[in-house]
């Protein structure tokens, strides 16, 4: 006897992928009505695990061992997996492969038939079920296989929209004939302009010189592509401003479906060129006039030391000191500039060099010892050398800088701990001190440039404002770096970290 299949369930269900759990349970309880026996299964194989998983459960096993796995080398279903050939036993088990091809991706068994043993003709049958089954397993494996695609597809177009949208950079596609298809947000800033106005638009109404658009098309026909043209955009009748121009035609099956545009706004770089080279014409004529200060404060300072010695055996000596102490601020303040004049041109120049940091801080504290007698300065250093990597001038500059904080700010007699500590990559430096600290707020903008903050001390500011901005930026060239911590009535700690250089 021969079975027909469009008696039982129509071949086209194949198709129907969704449908996999209840169609192969329809194919298994058709065809557990046919052959008249108790229950089935379908177990598929699992890549992953290289086990085989029940699938769908019929009859008395219904829903009792879905999630139980079977090795495929283990049992009936797993022999008729692994030789890819049918077995029958007796009226317990008629298993088959589902194939796919030579591939076997599953086993379908039939258990404990009513009637008699299982036959000839019942394997044709279950061989015949078998075959739809395998069909509906490969078509839900292309679902599958096509959703991931689709799902892949569908966030690389979402990551590139995202990414498109993010870019500072105007960005439009335009069609062959010239009419704008797509544009990002940067270039609707740029026109000031939104999206419906913009799209459909003809490209020579955004630009300027109509030889852009023309250098644009012939350039993309030509070589592909274009970069570097200059040009101006049009944000009104009356209204311009400059762009660089970079563009790429869009290929797709051998065809030309247009060409994609990115636009740099040059206003903002320009003007930004126009503050530099103001800056550095206005730098050098600061630093010259600094420099024609410095020429009379130093010779100025020179007739005070003449002074000094002939009122030593009266009481206007007192007076000559406080003249020479501020030309001494005069002058630093003044170099102190000059110092920052030539950082804003970036004219620091560095020369790395490995330094024995226990003999430049001892040199360092005893000048300050003496320049500053009634301050505690209290050096803690390792019992071994330490060598830091970094330029010998510069590093006595920043140390200037942050041991004339820690005076300015703490009071007459306060202690200034400076402290070494070496590890394996990094020498730190620790200078702390005792002042009235600084506020959180404050702490956030110690590196501003020109930021001068109260001195506790005197009630005013003090300072240019540029000495901590000064020491960060000769620290960076140095591949060092600062950290402030402070707490108002508890002091200051200023740590520094220079890269470990080698023994001398």
């Given at each position: ?13 194949a198709?129907?992928?969704?449908k ?18 108790e229950?089935g ?10 086990k085989?998983i029940?699938k ?5 096993r ?17 022999w008729?997996?692994?030789r ?6 007796n009226?317990?088990?008629?298993a ?15 258990i404990?038939k009513?009637?008699g043993n299982f036959t ?11 075959s739809?089954a395998a069909?509906v ?5 292309l ?7 689709v799902n892949r597809?569908?966030?690389?177009e979402?990551y590139?929209?995202?990414?498109l ?6 960005v ?5 004939a ?7 947000r940067?270039?609707?800033?740029m026109?000031?302009r ?10 020579s109404?955004?630009?300027n010189?109509?030889n ?5 098309i012939?350039?993309c026909?030509?070589?592909g ?11 009104s ?5 400059p ?5 790429s ?6 065809k ?7 636009v ?9 060129e ?10 050098d004529?600061?630093?010259n006039?600094?420099?024609?200060f410095?020429t009379?404060?130093?010779a100025?300072?020179?007739g005070?030391q003449?002074f ?7 009481g206007?000596?007192?007076?000559i000191?406080i ?7 005069l ?6 500039f000059?110092?920052?004049?030539k950082?804003e041109?970036d004219?620091?120049?560095?020369d ?7 003999l ?8 300050y010892?003496q ?9 803690s250093l390792p ?5 830091i ?12 800088v ?6 300015q700010?703490s ?14 990559e990094?020498?730190n ?7 009235r ?9 110690l590196?501003?440039k020109?930021k ?12 240019l404002g540029?000495?901590l ?24 700690v200023v740590?520094l970290?220079?890269k470990?250089?080698?023994e001398?």
């Amino acid at each position: 006897m021969s079975y027909n299949l469009d008696d039982s369930i129509a071949l086209n269900k194949a198709g129907e992928a969704l449908k996999l759990p209840s169609f192969l349970e329809e194919i298994l309880e058709e065809l557990q009505e046919k052959i008249g026996c108790e229950a089935g299964s379908i177990l598929l194989l699992e890549d992953e695990r290289q086990k085989l998983i029940f699938k769908v459960t019929t009859g008395a096993r219904r829903g009792d061992i879905k999630k139980i796995t079977v090795d495929t080398k283990e049992g009936v279903a797993g022999w008729v997996f692994q030789r890819g050939e049918p077995l029958i036993v007796n009226n317990t088990y008629l298993a088959v492969p589902l194939k796919l091809g030579d591939k076997v991706v599953g086993v379908m068994e039939l258990i404990n038939k009513k009637e008699g043993n299982f036959t000839e003709e019942d394997l044709n049958i279950v061989l015949s079920f078998a075959s739809i089954a395998a069909v509906v397993v490969e078509n839900i494996e292309l679902y599958k296989h096509l959703r991931i695609l689709v799902n892949r597809v569908n966030n690389l177009e979402n990551y590139q929209k995202v990414l498109l949208e993010s870019l500072t950079d105007g960005v439009l596609s335009i069609n062959p004939a010239g009419e704008v298809v797509s544009c990002n947000r940067s270039i609707q800033i740029m026109l000031n302009r939104d999206r419906e106005s913009i799209v459909g638009q003809n490209i020579s109404e955004l630009f300027n010189d109509k030889n852009t658009i023309k250098d644009i098309i012939e350039g993309c026909r030509r070589k592909g592509k274009i970069n570097g043209l200059f040009s101006y955009l049009k944000t009104s009748k009356k209204n311009r401003f400059p762009v660089a121009v970079d563009a790429s035609s869009l290929i797709y099956d051998s065809k030309n479906k247009g060409i994609v545009i990115v636009v740099r706004n040059l206003r903002d770089a320009l003007l930004l060129e126009e503050i530099k080279r103001d800056i550095i014409v206005k730098s050098d004529l600061a630093c010259n006039l600094s420099h024609e200060f410095m020429t009379p404060l130093t010779a100025i300072q020179a007739g005070i030391q003449i002074f000094k010695e002939n009122f030593k055996e009266n009481g206007q000596s007192k007076y000559i000191k406080i003249v020479d102490n501020s030309v001494e601020i005069l002058k630093e303040r003044i170099q102190t500039f000059l110092d920052y004049l030539k950082a804003e041109k970036d004219e620091w120049k560095v020369d790395l060099e490995s330094i024995r940091l226990n003999l430049l801080l001892r040199q360092i504290i005893e000048e300050y010892k003496q320049k500053f007698p009634r301050y505690k300065f209290i050096l803690s250093l390792p019992d071994f050398p330490i060598f830091i990597y970094a330029d010998k001038k510069q590093t006595k500059k920043v140390l200037g800088v942050i041991l004339k904080n820690a005076i300015q700010y703490s009071k007459e007699g306060s202690r200034i701990q400076i402290r070494a500590v070496s590890n394996e990559e990094f020498i730190n430096l620790y200078i702390k001190d005792q002042g009235r600290g600084i506020s959180e707020k404050n702490v956030k903008n110690l590196f501003d440039k020109f930021k001068r903050f109260c001195d506790p001390l005197k009630e005013t500011s003090s300072g240019l404002g540029i000495g901590l901005w000064l020491a960060k930026y000769l620290l960076k060239k140095n591949n060092a770096n600062i950290i402030v911590q402070s707490k108002e009535g508890e002091g200051t700690v200023v740590k520094l970290s220079f890269k470990k250089g080698g023994e001398l």
